[in-house]
């Protein structure tokens, strides 16, 4: 975990790896309520009798975005920034979907800081955000993740 008391104290850690999160696990009740909140009920997320017989590994599959969306939890769990203000999810670039994330797998999140940079509100940090599939070669996914923290 690293621990700095600004947001700018980042600095320090451009290039370098932060770490990484404890492995989390995807089940299908997850997916089931993702497909629910989001309306994307694909049959590949929500199906395991239709997935047995269809799908490559006999498994449903999660929705790339809910993975994305379990960013912000897992984070948590490789840095924290003491003296601070609002954290506000600025986008994401260069983000991209690359191996599917079988139910009951479980997932990790990779942090690189890229940058930190002042802003007019406070720190615009960069990250390379990997999910990793544990005892898989290929991640989940990777993106660069903009967050701007506000002074407090």
């Known amino acids: 975990m690293v621990e700095v008391e600004t947001a700018m104290d980042l600095k320090a850690h451009e290039g370098q790896e932060l ?12 997916l089931d309520r993702f497909a629910e909140l989001t309306g994307d009920d694909h049959w590949i997320h929500i199906d395991p009798d239709r997935a047995t017989h269809e799908m490559p590994d006999g498994k449903t599959i999660a929705h790339g975005l809910l993975v994305l969306a379990m960013g912000p939890g897992l984070q948590k769990q490789v840095y924290t920034v003491r003296k601070r203000g609002r954290g506000l999810n ?35 940090i960069t990250t390379q955000q990997t999910f990793e599939i544990e005892n898989t070669q290929k991640p989940a996914l990777v993106a660069e993740h903009i967050l701007l923290i506000t002074d407090p």
Not at 92 to 114: G, Q, T
């Open 90 to 124: 600025y986008g994401y670039d260069k983000l991209r979907f690359v191996s599917p994330v079988p139910v009951n797998a479980r997932v990790r999140l990779s942090l690189k800081l890229l940058s930190a940079e002042p802003h007019s509100l406070g720190t615009r």
């Open 19 to 30: 770490g990484h999160s404890e492995w989390a696990p995807i089940d299908q009740s997850m």
